[in-house]
């Protein structure tokens, strides 16, 4: 019974960046009422948004990163257990996020079909929450600092004490992502995110590393905002169909490109 105590810090890990990222934003818009108004305060805070999810992730990432360090970066022997990150490896794990990020936009048409009250939800969330507003801001809050401090708890620290646990990978990896999905707090988002966070499980498992998901999150994040944008703009409607089918086939292809690759 006593290793399943593991279970407590992954869920206190999973209520840090929880708390910080919702309390830090509510926080900012306060004091902005404070010094500024009601209206002014709204004005400033709608216009600096991507501002807010910077600092909101970086003051996530101080204590997500000391805690993961503490817990798995310096514990003895580590280095042996971790595969080191090759070119071949980085060009498997980027390609398999571009297949996914497609595979993932067919789901998203599917949702809008079955669920289109969640879905206008969603568009609104992406429109004016900064998702979109790229700048380097927007570069370092969604790019640089959201997959480091997210990677650190669910594939880092969660993934870390269920291990603990002596639960089954599988298991280990249907509940970090779930708390994945559980943690961006909109419906088709929340969908995405743990098909998302399925995927960053299994890459950091295989290549033992959460750099290998870390990696993957940031070219996943860029992929689904200047990518998406850059088709949009410049590919056919048909084009774009094309390359969605496509990704199918090849996000297997490469889910077994990554296996051979990491293959004892």
Not at 119 to 127: C, I, P, R
Not at 194 to 211: D, E
Not at 227 to 245: C, G, K
Request: glycine share 4%; hydrophobic share 55%.
């Amino acid at each position: 019974m006593k290793k399943y105590f593991y279970v407590i810090p992954a869920f206190l890990a999973f209520l840090l960046i929880l708390g910080i990222l919702y309390c830090v934003p509510i926080l900012l818009s306060y004091t902005l009422i404070f010094f500024f108004g009601y209206e002014r305060a709204y004005t400033l805070y709608m216009d600096h948004i991507t501002a807010v999810s910077m600092i909101s992730y970086l003051i996530a990432l101080l204590p997500s990163a000391i805690w993961y360090h503490l817990a798995v970066g310096r514990k003895k022997g580590d280095h042996k257990k971790t595969h080191t990150l090759k070119p071949s490896h980085f060009g498997a794990v980027i390609l398999l996020v571009f297949a996914l990020n497609h595979a993932i936009s067919l789901l998203l048409s599917i949702l809008a079909l079955l669920l289109p009250h969640a879905t206008m939800a969603y568009d609104s969330l992406v429109e004016n929450g900064g998702m979109t507003a790229y700048s380097l801001t927007w570069f370092l809050a969604v790019i640089v600092l959201a997959p480091l401090a997210e990677e650190m708890i669910f594939r880092g620290l969660i993934c870390h004490y269920l291990k603990k646990t002596r639960m089954p990978f599988v298991a280990v990896n249907m509940i970090q992502a779930a708390l994945f999905g559980c943690f961006h707090m909109n419906l088709i988002q929340g969908i995405y995110a743990f098909i998302l966070g399925l995927f960053l499980g299994y890459l950091a498992y295989r290549y033992r590393t959460v750099k290998a998901a870390i990696l993957a999150h940031a070219v996943f994040n860029l992929c689904g905002t200047v990518l998406t944008a850059l088709e949009a703009a410049f590919l056919s409607p048909s084009m774009q169909t094309t390359i969605i089918l496509l990704s199918l086939p090849l996000t297997y292809i490469m889910l077994n490109v990554i296996r051979d690759q990491t293959a004892d």
